[in-house]
């Protein structure tokens, strides 16, 4: 390999986020800035090359590995090209394997953000040491990524994983992929905040209609804690949601564990009593002791896994 050092790349539709990782996924350092996701493909791009050199200045290019980039899809990873990302503009059909490799002058490994994050609980969070997991990312959107026999699995065009897409109400919620009855639709933390304004608009009483601006998951499952029973009410609904989603995943992927990640995982001590309780209801008798758990990184599992496939990139180049 002919650098110990990677460079993390995790692209969303909020934020651009880089760092610094070494070969034990220690993050040594660290820059972001909001995504300017309006301005089009070379524009954050540039974002991308900037926060890069940022992270890297002061390494020798042979001291490096790599980038790894997770990203928002759906994304070919074979060819390396985003096929269409709906929450930045003009990333479709765009190569971003390559650009992004020109101007760094590095090798890049490009990845779904759901597995990519997978990958990183996988080798350093929640899942190490399995060879069957399930991650789910419980965020804007709901995401994911699989371990299976101990494979990442990747697809078709390396496109598995989408697990926020599998229907989930008969002609339900229009979902931002433009089907309808998505588990994303009903069980992310944009759906979740959606039915709260529209409940809190017909209980008067609730403490979250003196919430000043658009409400939020946090104003919720704050007000939940101080006993507003709409809150409640809300915060159980959204773990019966996850719970039945998450009791799907296991008859699909029989994982020995499933790992919860994304910003609504921030509240998986206060979800978890009912997502367990949902999964046992729904879940067939032999998938029931199935554990479910926070991801262990957090918000850097992502990165981390980038970093993770900079590394394979160049090991798998340097094989006969």
């Not at 651009?16 to 996924?25: E, W, Y």
């Not at 998938?287 to 896994?305: Q, Y």
Request: glycine share 16%; net charge negative.
């Amino acid at each position: 390999m002919s650098g110990h050092y990677a460079i993390g790349i995790d692209l969303g539709g909020t934020q651009v986020r880089t760092a610094l990782i070494d070969v034990d996924g220690k993050i040594l350092k660290r820059a972001s800035e909001p995504t300017r996701a309006k301005d089009g493909a070379d524009v954050v791009i540039d974002q991308i090359v900037r926060l890069a050199a940022c992270v890297s200045d002061g390494l020798q290019q042979a001291e490096l590995a790599g980038a790894g980039v997770s990203s928002p899809g759906p994304l070919d990873t074979t060819a390396g090209v985003a096929l269409g990302i709906p929450t930045i503009a003009g990333f479709a059909g765009y190569p971003m394997r390559e650009e992004i490799g020109r101007r760094l002058s590095l090798p890049v490994a490009l990845e779904n953000d759901g597995i990519a994050a997978a990958i990183g609980e996988w080798t350093f969070g929640a899942g190490r040491g399995r060879d069957n997991l399930v991650y789910v990312t419980v965020s804007t959107g709901i995401g994911g990524g699989v371990i299976a026999d101990g494979r990442v699995l990747r697809g078709r065009r390396g496109m598995a994983g989408h697990v926020g897409h599998m229907s989930f109400v008969q002609d339900g919620e229009l979902c931002v992929c433009g089907g309808r009855g998505c588990f994303e639709a009903y069980g992310s933390g944009t759906a979740f905040a959606q039915r709260a304004r529209a409940a809190a608009l017909d209980d008067p009483s609730s403490s979250l209609n003196a919430v000043r601006g658009e409400l939020s998951s946090e104003d919720v499952f704050g007000a939940a804690a101080k006993g507003d029973r709409l809150a409640q009410a809300l915060v159980r609904q959204e773990a019966e949601i996850l719970g039945r989603g998450f009791a799907a995943l296991l008859h699909l992927y029989s994982p020995e564990v499933l790992v919860m990640g994304g910003g609504l995982s921030s509240q998986f001590g206060t979800l978890e009593a009912g997502i367990v309780q949902t999964m046992r209801v729904h879940a067939m008798p032999a998938f029931r002791d199935t554990p479910v758990m926070p991801a262990e990184l957090g918000s850097n599992a992502g990165l981390a896994g980038a970093a993770v496939l900079a590394f394979e990139r160049v090991r798998q180049a340097g094989r006969p």
